[in-house]
């Protein structure tokens, strides 16, 4: 069993779609662990996606993450990283196959809807980013 860090983005948030998409990781047999709605700061988001400082989009995507509220959850299962990415689509909803939540839902390069962790090391930092220990062993 693995764990990941998923997130609903603003954009997912703002057009009423969290149930829709937590359905569907649903269906996929990933079962939901710890879950909250936020908003992050500036600083927040700039440190959740500090892999990306210097990337060109780094500006635009922590101002857009930190825009408005969005959903934080651990998901658990059978390879949950890449089942979880498998089922999100490419990043760019444009090149998204058929069926992934980004291609359903996804708004443009930035504004995809989702976010999954992508690696077991990733997945491990973004969950006690969200998530103390007390919260996890809670909903459990
Ligand atoms: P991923 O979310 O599919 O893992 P990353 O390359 O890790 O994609 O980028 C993190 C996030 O940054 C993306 O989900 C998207 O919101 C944003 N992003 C990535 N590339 C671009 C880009 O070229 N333009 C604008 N935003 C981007
Ligand atoms: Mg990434």
Redesign the pocket.
């Known amino acids: 069993m693995e764990r990941t860090l998923v997130m609903i ?1 603003p954009d997912g948030v703002e057009r009423n779609l969290i149930g829709k998409i937590i359905s569907i990781f649903e269906e996929n047999g990933l079962k939901v662990i710890a879950l909250k709605k936020v908003r992050l700061s500036k600083k927040q988001a700039q440190a959740f ?1 500090a ?2 400082k210097n ?3 780094y500006d ?2 922590t101002d ?2 930190s825009s408005g509220p969005l959903v934080a959850m651990v998901l658990e299962g059978e390879m949950a990283i890449q089942k979880v ?1 498998e089922i ?1 689509g ?3 909803p444009k090149e998204a196959k058929e069926g992934t939540i980004r291609k359903l839902f996804g708004l ?5 809807t989702v ?2 962790s ?1 690696s077991l090391e990733s997945a491990q930092k973004e969950i006690s980013f969200f998530f103390s220990e007390f919260e996890l062993i809670s909903a459990e």
Do not use: C
Not at 108 to 112: I, S, V
């Open positions: 983005k996606y892999v990306h990337k060109p989009f635009s995507l857009y993450i990415r999100m490419a990043t760019d443009d390069k930035e504004k995809n976010h999954g992508d």
